[in-house]
Every structure is written in C-alpha cells, then in structure tokens.
C-alpha cells in the first residue's frame, strides 16, 4: 500500500497515474457538444449505489474507466457555451495548472512552518486584491472556501466591532448577551441568502436582518434605508451593519455604493460589499466605475471563482482596517501560540475562521503571473457585452418578457404568450399559472434534454427564467437558440394543457 504514498520513490507513478487521467478529461472536454447527458436521478443513483467501496479495484487506468461512467460521462460542463445556468464559469489554463500543483504539494495554509512561500503569496495577492479595490495600506483579509464564508466572516467582525463600540460608549456596564438581540443587520431584498443564515450563526437570529426594498433595476433604495435605520435608532437598536451587494445572484444589479457608505457612516454602522460576483470589475479595462465607492467599505467579499475565471473554491474576505480582524483571533498553544505574533511570525490561521486550508491563492497567482489582470478583465468584459446583446434579443422577441437591463452578466425573463389561453373555469387555472407552469416544464424539459441549462428564479411570486453568462464563448446565435427552445417547450406544455382541460 505504501506505493500508492506520494514521495521521492513514487514520482514516476504519479506522473503516469495523472497525465493518464489528465488525457482522459482533455478527451472529453474536447468531444463535449453540449453541457451534460440529460441523464436522471432516477437512471445514474441505482449505478453509483451498487459500487462496493470494500473492493478496490486496485489499477487506476480501471479506476478511471469506472469514473468515466459514474462521472465524467454525466457531468455537467460548463465550458460548454450553452450552459447559461448558475454563477459558475468556464476556467482557465493557468489555474488549473496552480491546481494541479497545489494538490500535489499539499500545503496548508493555516501556519507559517506548514505553507512557507505559500503564506507569502497569499499574503501579496491579499495586498493586491485590496489595492484594487482602493484600500489603504493597514487593508488585510485572507482567502476563504467561498462568498459564504467570506459574508459570514465579515458580518462575525462586524458583529463584535459594534458591541465594542456600544460598550466603549456605554455609561452603564453591558455583556454581549445583552446586546446582541440588540442589533439589526440592512440588506435588500435582493441580497444573497447567506446574509441572513449568518445573522442566524452569530446569534442575531433571522428576524436581526432587515430587509430593504429595491428599485426598478432591483438596486437598494438608499431613501428606504435611510428611513429604517432611522427607525431602528428610535426603537433603541443598534445599526451592526448595512450590505451593500455589488452583483446580486438574481439580477447582477449593483447597490449604490457611494450613499450607502455615507449612511453607514452617519449611522456608525460597518458596511459590508458583497462583490462575490461583481468582483471581475475590479480588472475590467471599461466597467471599473461601476464599483465607485466600494473603498469606503469596511470589508468586501470576492469570489475569484466567479467572475475570475477560476476554479472553486477560490474567495477572499478584505478588511480596510486590519485590527477589526483580532475578532477572530484565536492563539492554540500547539499551532499559534501568542509568542509568534510577537516574534512576527505570518500565520494565517490568526485571522481566519478556518484553520487547515487550501493553499487556493496559487490559482489566481499562476493566473496573473501568465494572463495578467487586462487579461482576465477583458474576458469580463465580454461576457457583460454578451448580456448586453441579449438584452437587446429578448426586447425584440414577443415571446418573451425582461426584467431589467444587465449591469452585469444576468438576464431574467419569462416566456409569457401575447395572447390569453382559455381555460374552463372549471380547472381553476387562471392564465398566469398557467403561463407560470409552462416556464418550469420549459427549464426541467430543457435541462432533461442536455441541450443546453438555464436558472430559474421568483420574481414577485411568479416563476422566471434566468441566463447567467459567464462563457465569453457563448454566442448571440446560442442565446437565439436556446430561446428557441424554450419556447418550443414552453409552447408545448401550453398546447397539451389545453387539450387536457377541452
């Protein structure tokens, strides 16, 4: 068992054992027409479930035959230019290759005498990151699994700067306990869930979080806010903080971020950035205004492996003021002990929630290091002129209705007929349901095809369809064509429903 150990003595069998499985992924990705199989719970669950883990099969060229068929031969891929469904990316070369390198080596990131060099460039790339964004020199922040976590990790800052605060200022004595359902967190009603699972983490719990109204482009409406956090101080709350979203999973819709920052600060609340997804602006060579104010924040999160262009995970949480991170400092006497940041000693664990963790840097590093950030910020940019132009197809389409116009890369729609389908009263199927049930079956019937994928979401209680462009080799012609196919789809469910109810 022991040749299977990764060391000096076995470097040509993991050499060939790779490039095996390298060869057999760049043959698929090669011979992949569409995005998956179109293969079913029902029809892979009984496959995966009859393997006997007990029974190595011992030759990894088996290995990965049996993986053929369990993985990769269904997987979905999204390199594919017609997989327009979620925030996930096609990735580039340079990336894989950090990844390839990372797994192999193993470092973990958690101490200095674990992950020399690593440290190092995790560190330069943090530096850099917050350069970007327009942080001063006392900016920090560390790499994270993802846009969760790193919300998650701000909000845990934010939480106890505010009872620190609160106390400091306080004539009487107070506890934390006393404070905490104390403390209300903004957000729009547009912001990402994890926002509100980590109120519920800290303590706050859900009804902690306030949700703002949006604008007809969906952004925050900075007058409603105003209004609540003026409520908030009269009923003896305290502001702990305001999220401001730059790129909402739903709609890429950009909060405005300079008047945000402004009640934040009338209101000593910390402001938060959730840039998971609109972070490829900070490289994009013609849209890098859209994130104008984001350097008045407290901390921001970024998600490389969105609209970088890398694999996940690859996140980071950045803090303009590198003390606030002390609030998830914690020394272990066999890891971190206190004497190592006296001794200056760089170990990342000292400002993160997680202690072993992927040197994940090392992908965005080999990135830069071989495209540079023009590079990867003009294949932003192209994405964002992609939703741009089918913006512009899907107003011209009487099929279909939009709900805004892109800042980004999204587009939310429905099909939705011109004309109105009768249905027997008798059925109790009002037109809108109807129209609501033929944009599901179109996504489900779509997806069962393997033809192409889309999203979907709820807009005002009814169901709409959502592309989330993030392959600059997607097309105008794929777009036109997998509207095509919606509403074929769309149509069909439509026809048969009548049918069904005459």
């Given at each position: 068992?022991?040749?299977?150990?990764?060391?000096?003595?076995?470097?040509?069998?993991?050499?060939?054992?790779?490039?095996?499985?390298?060869?057999?992924?760049?043959?698929?990705?090669?011979?992949?027409?569409?995005?998956?199989?179109?293969?079913?719970?029902?029809?892979?669950?009984?496959?995966?479930?009859?393997?006997?883990?007990?029974?190595?099969?011992?030759?990894?060229?088996?290995?990965?035959?049996?993986?053929?068929?369990?993985?990769?031969?269904?997987?979905?891929?999204?390199?594919?230019?017609?997989?327009?469904?979620?925030?996930?990316?096609?990735?580039?070369?340079?990336?894989?290759?950090?990844?390839?390198?990372?797994?192999?080596?193993?470092?973990?990131?958690?101490?200095?005498?674990?992950?020399?060099?690593?440290?190092?460039?995790?560190?330069?790339?943090?530096?850099?990151?917050?350069?970007?964004?327009?942080?001063?020199?006392?900016?920090?922040?560390v790499f994270t699994s993802g846009g969760s976590q790193s919300?998650?990790?701000?909000?845990?800052?934010?939480?106890?700067?505010?009872?620190?605060?609160?106390?400091?200022?306080?004539?009487?004595?107070?506890?934390?306990?006393?404070?905490?359902?104390?403390?209300?967190?903004?957000?729009?009603?547009?912001?990402?869930?994890?926002?509100?699972?980590?109120?519920?983490?800290?303590?706050?719990?859900?009804?902690?979080?306030?949700?703002?109204?949006?604008?007809?482009?969906?952004?925050?409406?900075?007058?409603?806010?105003?209004?609540?956090?003026?409520?908030?101080?009269?009923?003896?709350?305290?502001?702990?903080?305001?999220?401001?979203?730059?790129?909402t999973t739903d709609f890429g819709s950009i909060d405005p971020?300079?008047?945000?920052?402004r009640l934040a600060a009338t209101h000593s609340a910390w402001?938060?950035?959730?840039?998971?997804?609109?972070?490829?602006?900070?490289?994009?060579?013609?849209?890098?205004?859209?994130?104008?104010?984001?350097?008045?924040?407290?901390?921001?999160?970024?998600?490389?492996?969105?609209?970088?262009?890398?694999?996940?995970?690859?996140?980071?949480?950045?803090?303009?003021?590198?003390?606030?991170?002390?609030?998830?400092?914690?020394?272990?006497?066999?890891?971190?002990?206190?004497?190592?940041?006296?001794?200056?000693?760089?170990?990342?664990?000292?400002?993160?929630?997680?202690?072993?963790?992927?040197?994940?840097?090392?992908?965005?590093?080999?990135?830069?290091?071989?495209?540079?950030?023009?590079?990867?910020?003009?294949?932003?940019?192209?994405?964002?002129?992609?939703?741009?132009?089918?913006?512009?197809?899907?107003?011209?389409?009487?099929?279909?209705?939009?709900?805004?116009?892109?800042?980004?890369?999204?587009?939310?729609?429905?099909?939705?007929?011109?004309?109105?389908?009768?249905?027997?009263?008798?059925?109790?199927?009002?037109?809108?349901?109807?129209?609501?049930?033929?944009?599901?079956?179109?996504?489900?019937?779509?997806?069962?095809?393997?033809?192409?994928?889309?999203?979907?979401?709820?807009?005002?209680?009814?169901?709409?369809?959502?592309?989330?462009?993030?392959?600059?080799?997607?097309?105008?012609?794929?777009?036109?064509?997998?509207?095509?196919?919606?509403?074929?789809?769309?149509?069909?469910?439509?026809?048969?429903?009548?049918?069904?109810?005459?």
């Amino acid at each position: 068992m022991r040749s299977h150990l990764l060391n000096e003595t076995t470097a040509d069998h993991y050499r060939r054992s790779v490039t095996e499985g390298v060869e057999r992924v760049a043959a698929k990705l090669a011979a992949t027409t569409r995005p998956h199989t179109g293969i079913s719970v029902d029809e892979l669950a009984p496959v995966i479930a009859g393997i006997d883990l007990d029974r190595p099969l011992a030759d990894p060229a088996a290995a990965l035959d049996e993986l053929e068929e369990v993985y990769l031969r269904d997987a979905v891929y999204f390199h594919s230019p017609r997989y327009l469904g979620h925030l996930n990316c096609p990735v580039v070369i340079p990336a894989v290759l950090g990844e390839a390198v990372l797994s192999a080596v193993n470092s973990s990131l958690d101490t200095w005498d674990q992950s020399i060099g690593g440290t190092l460039i995790e560190r330069r790339l943090v530096d850099w990151t917050a350069g970007r964004i327009g942080f001063g020199p006392g900016a920090d922040g560390v790499f994270t699994s993802g846009g969760s976590q790193s919300n998650f990790h701000a909000l845990l800052l934010a939480r106890d700067e505010a009872c620190r605060l609160v106390m400091k200022n306080s004539e009487r004595e107070l506890s934390k306990a006393e404070l905490l359902p104390k403390l209300r967190i903004f957000t729009s009603e547009c912001s990402h869930f994890s926002v509100k699972k980590s109120a519920a983490m800290l303590g706050l719990g859900y009804e902690a979080v306030v949700s703002v109204p949006c604008d007809q482009n969906k952004r925050m409406q900075t007058v409603a806010l105003a209004h609540e956090l003026e409520k908030c101080e009269r009923e003896g709350l305290y502001p702990m903080a305001i999220v401001a979203t730059a790129g909402t999973t739903d709609f890429g819709s950009i909060d405005p971020l300079p008047e945000i920052a402004r009640l934040a600060a009338t209101h000593s609340a910390w402001m938060h950035v959730d840039a998971a997804y609109g972070c490829g602006l900070l490289v994009s060579p013609t849209r890098r205004r859209l994130l104008d104010g984001i350097e008045l924040a407290d901390s921001v999160t970024v998600d490389f492996h969105k609209s970088f262009f890398q694999p996940v995970s690859s996140s980071a949480v950045l803090v303009r003021d590198r003390d606030t991170l002390k609030h998830a400092t914690y020394h272990a006497d066999y890891l971190n002990p206190r004497r190592m940041a006296e001794e200056r000693i760089p170990n990342q664990v000292d400002k993160s929630i997680q202690t072993t963790r992927r040197f994940d840097a090392l992908k965005l590093w080999m990135t830069l290091r071989v495209m540079g950030a023009d590079g990867v910020g003009e294949l932003f940019d192209e994405v964002c002129d992609l939703a741009a132009a089918g913006h512009a197809l899907l107003t011209a389409d009487p099929r279909f209705e939009v709900v805004v116009a892109p800042q980004l890369s999204t587009l939310v729609f429905r099909y939705s007929p011109s004309y109105r389908w009768e249905v027997p009263p008798s059925e109790g199927v009002t037109h809108p349901d109807l129209v609501d049930r033929a944009n599901l079956h179109a996504r489900k019937a779509l997806f069962a095809s393997g033809e192409a994928v889309v999203a979907g979401t709820k807009v005002a209680g009814s169901h709409y369809l959502k592309f989330t462009l993030l392959n600059p080799q997607t097309t105008t012609a794929d777009i036109a064509a997998v509207l095509d196919l919606l509403a074929a789809h769309a149509e069909q469910y439509l026809g048969e429903s009548l049918v069904h109810a005459s």
